[in-house]
């Protein structure tokens, strides 16, 4: 199935909202650090909307119908990466990882002697 992408098919009224959000955000970092350490972290924000709009328009290109037949391996890949991550983090901080719990004894010491 042929689809054709038209830029009269974007939201551009939605767009436009989000780039007024966007703006007053940079405006408000700017005021905020303006006389600290972190002035100029504005331009750093800058980059990640510039980003983003880039990351939105790429993803507005795809057909989401395929993606909701596909649907079923996403949600089982996400949870294949999620106990990746488990296993990843527990080996890299040295404890056991999911499912591999140590055991510990649990008797308690009692002090000895008389009192």
Not at 29 to 49: D, N, V
Request: glycine share 10%; charged share 20%; net charge positive.
């Amino acid at each position: 199935m042929a689809r054709y992408i038209s830029f009269r098919d974007f939201d551009w009224v939605l767009f436009v909202f989000v780039l007024i959000i966007c703006g007053l955000g940079v405006m408000e970092i700017r005021s905020a650090t303006e006389h600290t350490k972190f002035a100029g972290s504005h331009i750093k924000q800058l980059y990640w909307i510039v980003g983003g709009v880039r990351g939105m328009f790429l993803v507005s290109f795809f057909n989401y119908q395929v993606l909701l037949e596909r649907v079923h391996w996403m949600y089982i890949a996400s949870l294949g990466s999620i106990d990746g991550r488990v296993d990843f983090r527990a080996e890299i901080s040295g404890g056991p990882a999911l499912g591999k719990t140590a055991r510990r004894d649990s008797t308690f010491s009692l002090p000895s002697g008389s009192s």
